[in-house]
């Protein structure tokens, strides 16, 4: 039918279109370009007087004034101690140390303070010593007490080798007493009183000592003889 006409295709733009995506994104890209220049513009065309004007400054605080501090001041009581003239110094009544009382102890004798201690009598006991015999390796020594008192007494000798032994200690003629042995010598106390104005013979045996004792006494009193 030659006589009728054929509608136009409408779908012939959307075809186009959907098939060059290319188109859509240049017409976005200058629609952004468009409103990229309007925007400049505007802001261009902007007055000085709407510019951002800088605020007030912001008020001052004032602080407090703080008291100053005192001064220190010298003290009028030490301005006068320190004026004061040595002849003002003195020292007052109730301050003044007491007088010490003397520590010296009263004398024994019931005397006055500077009065001499009394000294007590000498043993009426002594002794005189010697060598009686003399061996290889030891000797017999003896020791002669003598009571010059007119009443009896009892008696204590002691004798002294440094480095000897004592192998044994007697009387001549008498009661026997006892023997203490120390590390360098011994003690005789006798067994009974020493009758007065008489004596006794104390004789002792000692090995590997010199025959001159280094100490002899009886009843503290030094022998003769050495």
Partial sequence: MSGTGRAP??????TAV??????????GVAVMVVLLVVALGAYRGRSP??????GPPPPTVALPELPLPPTASASPT?????TRTPAERTVSPSTRPAPSRSSRAPSPTGGGGDAPLAVPPS????????VVNSF????????????????????TA????????LDSAWLEGGPQGTVSRTD?????????????????????????ADSRPASCTVDGVACTGL
């Fill in 78 to 82: 030490s301005s006068a101690r320190a």
């Fill in 123 to 130: 043993s009426p006991l002594s002794g005189r010593y010697r």
């Fill in 158 to 165: 002691r004798l002294v080798f440094p480095g000897g032994r």
């Fill in 184 to 208: 360098d010598g011994f003690s005789y106390r006798s067994g009974q009183d020493l009758a007065g104005g008489a004596s006794v013979a104390l004789r002792f045996y000692v090995e590997d």
């Fill in 9 to 14: 295709n409408k779908s012939y733009g959307t």
């Fill in 49 to 54: 007087d709407f510019d951002a004007q800088p």
């Fill in 18 to 27: 959907a098939s060059s995506p290319w188109i859509v994104v240049s017409i």
């Fill in 136 to 155: 290889h390796g030891g000797f017999i020594g003896e020791v002669l007490i003598r009571n010059s008192s007119s009443t009896g007494r009892d008696w």
